[in-house]
C-alpha cells in the first residue's frame, strides 16, 4: 500500500472543487432566501454537537444545585419572597393604570395596547464568532417560534431570532454591527435609531441632529416602529453625548440595560394573532399568581 | 491487521465540541483553534485519510454552528490543509520548532481567510485581536502532537 498516491481526483483538482462550491455557497446564500429552510434542516444535524458542549456547564450547574447548601437556599427563598411580594405590589398598581389607560384609549378611540404572550427560554451558548453576536437558545419551530421574533430578558431588550431550528434557535443580538433597532428616548420622545456597534456593552445612536435634545443618563426605550419589536421595552441608557460641530452628527453612544455577557433565562415573545399553545399572556399569568397566593 | 479509522472522526468530534464550548469572555477571544490543528496533524500524519474533503465538510459544519454563510470556514479549513497535504514529507521530517513555525503560518492563513472571505460578504473592521487564537495554538501543538502520535500508535490507525 502506497500511501502517497491518492485515488480520485489530485489534490490540486479537489482544492479547486472545494473552493468553487464554497464560493457558490456562500454566494448563493447571499443571494436565495430559500436556502434558509435548507440551512435549518442541516443546523438540526448538528445540534447534538451543540448539545455536547453544553453539557459541561449543565452538569456544573445540576450539581452546584445538587450540593448548594441548606442554608443558602432558605436565603435564596427569602430574598426571592421579598422580591415577589414587591414586584406583586407595583404589578396591582400597574393593573389599575392599565385599566385606566384602555380606557382613557377607548375614549379617544384610539387601538387598545394588546398583551403579549411569553415563553421562558434557556440560553444554549454564546457564539464565540469574533464577528457576529449571536446566541443559541432552546426553543425551535416545535415551539412555535419564527424568524423576526423579539427576544427580551429581565432587563431588557436581547434581540431577535435570526434561524429557526427544529428544537433550538438562534438569535441577534441588538449589539451585533449588523443589528439596528428603532427606538425612542423617553425624556423627550425623540426617535432614532440604536445600530449594534460590536462591543458587547455599547449601542450607538444614527443620525442624531445637534439640536435633538439628548443627554447623558436618558432613558432609551423600543419605539415599537418596523414591527418587530414591541413598544416600551427598555434598550439601554445614553452613555455618552459628543457634540462635535464639525462632524456631520452628534455621536450618542448608549449602553445597553441588558447584560449581553450574563444572559441565561430569556422571554420569547409572541403578538396576539401568532400565540403558540404553551405561553402565557400577561393576564393568565396573573390568574396563576393569584391562585398561588390563594393557595398560601 | 484492521485499520483503526475510527479515532480520527473521534478526534475530530472532540475538536469540533472543544470549539464551540462556552468560555469565559475574556479567555475567548484566546481560544485554539482545535478543529484546524487537529485536521493539520491528521492531514500531515495519514495525508490519504484526511484530505481536503475532510476539511471542507468540517467547515461546513463550523460555519453551521458559527451561523456563518456556508462555506467561509471550508475555505479557510481547506487551503491550510491544501499546504499540510502538499507538503507532509517535508513536515514530518521537520524539527518541533520548525513544525511551530508552520503551523502558525497556517493558522495565521486560516484565520486570514476567515477574515478575508466574510469582508466579502459584509464589511468588517480589521483588528489584531483576530490572530490571538494563533498563539495559543502553536502552544497547544506539541502537546497535540504528542497525544495525537500516541493515539495514532496506540490504536493502528493508518
Request: net charge neutral.
Given at each position: 500500500?502506497?500511501?502517497?498516491?491518492?485515488?480520485?481526483?489530485?489534490?490540486?483538482?479537489?482544492?479547486?472543487?472545494?473552493?468553487?462550491?464554497?464560493?457558490?455557497?456562500?454566494?448563493?446564500?447571499s443571494?436565495?432566501?430559500?436556502?434558509?429552510?435548507?440551512?435549518?434542516?442541516?443546523?438540526?444535524?448538528?445540534?447534538?454537537?451543540?448539545?455536547?458542549?453544553?453539557?459541561?456547564?449543565?452538569?456544573?450547574?445540576?450539581?452546584?444545585?445538587?450540593?448548594?447548601?441548606?442554608?443558602?437556599?432558605?436565603?435564596?427563598?427569602?430574598r426571592?419572597?421579598?422580591?415577589?411580594?414587591l414586584?406583586?405590589?407595583?404589578?396591582q398598581?400597574?393593573?389599575?393604570?392599565?385599566f385606566?389607560?384602555?380606557?382613557?384609549?377607548?375614549?379617544?378611540?384610539?387601538?387598545?395596547?394588546?398583551?403579549?404572550?411569553?415563553?421562558v427560554?434557556?440560553?444554549?451558548?454564546?457564539?464565540?464568532?469574533?464577528?457576529?453576536?449571536?446566541?443559541?437558545?432552546?426553543?425551535?419551530?416545535?415551539?412555535?417560534?419564527y424568524?423576526?421574533?423579539?427576544?427580551?430578558?429581565?432587563?431588557?431588550?436581547?434581540?431577535?431570532?435570526?434561524?429557526?431550528?427544529?428544537?433550538?434557535?438562534r438569535?441577534?443580538?441588538?449589539?451585533?454591527?449588523?443589528?439596528?433597532?428603532?427606538?425612542?428616548?423617553?425624556?423627550?420622545?425623540f426617535?432614532?435609531?440604536?445600530?449594534g456597534?460590536?462591543?458587547?456593552?455599547?449601542?450607538?445612536?444614527q443620525?442624531?441632529?445637534?439640536?435633538?435634545?439628548?443627554?447623558?443618563?436618558?432613558?432609551?426605550?423600543?419605539?415599537?416602529l418596523?414591527?418587530?419589536?414591541?413598544?416600551g421595552?427598555?434598550?439601554?441608557?445614553?452613555?455618552?453625548?459628543?457634540?462635535?460641530?464639525?462632524?456631520?452628527?452628534?455621536?450618542?453612544?448608549?449602553?445597553?440595560?441588558?447584560?449581553?455577557?450574563?444572559?441565561?433565562?430569556?422571554?420569547?415573545?409572541?403578538?396576539?394573532?401568532k400565540?403558540?399553545?404553551?405561553?402565557f399572556?400577561?393576564?393568565?399569568?396573573?390568574?396563576?399568581?393569584?391562585?398561588?397566593?390563594?393557595?398560601? | 491487521?484492521?485499520?483503526?479509522?475510527?479515532i480520527?472522526?473521534?478526534?475530530?468530534?472532540?475538536?469540533?465540541?472543544l470549539?464551540?464550548?462556552?468560555?469565559?469572555?475574556?479567555?475567548?477571544?484566546?481560544?485554539?483553534?482545535?478543529?484546524?490543528?487537529?485536521?493539520?496533524?491528521?492531514?500531515?500524519?495519514l495525508?490519504?485519510?484526511?484530505?481536503?474533503?475532510?476539511?471542507?465538510i468540517?467547515g461546513?459544519?463550523?460555519?453551521?454552528?458559527?451561523?456563518?454563510?456556508?462555506?467561509?470556514?471550508?475555505?479557510?479549513?481547506?487551503?491550510p490543509?491544501?499546504?499540510?497535504?502538499?507538503?507532509?514529507?517535508?513536515?514530518?521530517?521537520?524539527s518541533?520548532?520548525?513544525?511551530?513555525?508552520a503551523?502558525?503560518?497556517?493558522?495565521?492563513?486560516?484565520?486570514l481567510?476567515?477574515?478575508?472571505?466574510?469582508?466579502?460578504?459584509?464589511?468588517?473592521?480589521?483588528?489584531?485581536?483576530?490572530?490571538?487564537?494563533?498563539?495559543?495554538?502553536?502552544?497547544?501543538?506539541?502537546?497535540?502532537?504528542?497525544?495525537?502520535?500516541?493515539?495514532?500508535?496506540?490504536?493502528?490507525?493508518?
Open positions: 500500500m502506497n500511501e502517497f498516491f491518492l485515488r480520485g481526483p489530485s489534490l490540486y483538482n479537489r482544492l479547486i472543487i472545494v473552493l468553487v462550491v464554497s464560493m457558490l455557497a456562500i454566494v448563493v446564500e443571494k436565495v432566501d430559500q436556502v434558509k429552510t435548507f440551512r435549518a434542516f442541516l443546523t438540526s444535524f448538528v445540534s447534538p454537537v451543540q448539545y455536547l458542549a453544553d453539557m459541561p456547564g449543565e452538569v456544573l450547574n445540576w450539581s452546584a444545585n445538587r450540593f448548594a447548601s441548606r442554608q443558602k437556599m432558605l436565603e435564596e427563598n427569602d426571592l419572597t421579598t422580591q415577589l411580594t414586584l406583586n405590589g407595583e404589578l398598581r400597574l393593573a389599575l393604570l392599565k385606566e389607560n384602555d380606557n382613557l384609549r377607548q375614549l379617544l378611540a384610539a387601538p387598545v395596547k394588546n398583551d403579549m404572550y411569553k415563553i427560554a434557556e440560553l444554549m451558548s454564546i457564539d464565540n464568532n469574533p464577528y457576529s453576536h449571536q446566541i443559541v437558545i432552546d426553543k425551535g419551530a416545535l415551539n412555535a417560534v424568524p423576526g421574533q423579539a427576544v427580551i430578558d429581565s432587563t431588557g431588550i436581547i434581540g431577535q431570532i435570526v434561524e429557526v431550528g427544529t428544537a433550538n434557535s438569535a441577534l443580538l441588538i449589539t451585533d454591527t449588523s443589528h439596528a433597532i428603532p427606538v425612542r428616548v423617553g425624556r423627550t420622545n426617535m432614532s435609531i440604536a445600530a456597534t460590536g462591543d458587547y456593552f455599547e449601542l450607538q445612536l443620525h442624531v441632529p445637534h439640536s435633538a435634545d439628548v443627554r447623558e443618563g436618558d432613558l432609551i426605550s423600543s419605539s415599537g418596523g414591527n418587530v419589536f414591541p413598544k421595552y427598555p434598550v439601554g441608557v445614553v452613555k455618552t453625548v459628543i457634540s462635535d460641530e464639525s462632524q456631520p452628527f452628534k455621536q450618542v453612544l448608549v449602553s445597553p440595560s441588558a447584560n449581553m455577557g450574563r444572559l441565561k433565562f430569556l422571554l420569547l415573545l409572541w403578538p396576539v394573532d400565540k403558540p399553545e404553551d405561553a399572556s400577561a393576564d393568565e399569568l396573573r390568574n396563576i399568581q393569584r391562585s398561588l397566593n390563594e393557595g398560601e | 491487521m484492521r485499520a483503526n479509522r475510527s480520527i472522526y473521534l478526534t475530530i468530534l472532540v475538536a469540533l465540541v470549539q464551540i464550548i462556552p468560555m469565559p469572555q475574556g479567555v475567548d477571544a484566546y481560544r485554539p483553534d482545535w478543529v484546524l490543528i487537529i485536521l493539520c496533524y491528521w492531514g500531515m500524519a495525508p490519504k485519510r484526511v484530505s481536503v474533503g475532510v476539511a471542507a468540517c461546513i459544519i463550523l460555519d453551521l454552528l458559527y451561523g456563518t454563510s456556508l462555506g467561509v470556514h471550508s475555505i479557510a479549513l481547506a487551503i490543509i491544501f499546504i499540510v497535504n502538499a507538503n507532509c514529507q517535508k513536515l514530518r521530517n521537520q518541533m520548532a520548525q513544525q511551530i513555525i503551523i502558525l503560518l497556517l493558522s495565521v492563513v486560516h484565520h481567510c476567515i477574515y478575508w472571505v466574510q469582508y466579502w460578504v459584509m464589511s468588517l473592521e480589521f483588528r489584531w485581536s483576530l490572530f490571538w487564537p494563533t498563539l495559543t495554538t502553536i502552544i497547544l501543538w506539541p502537546w497535540i502532537f504528542w497525544l495525537l502520535r500516541k493515539l495514532r500508535r496506540q490504536f493502528n490507525v493508518a
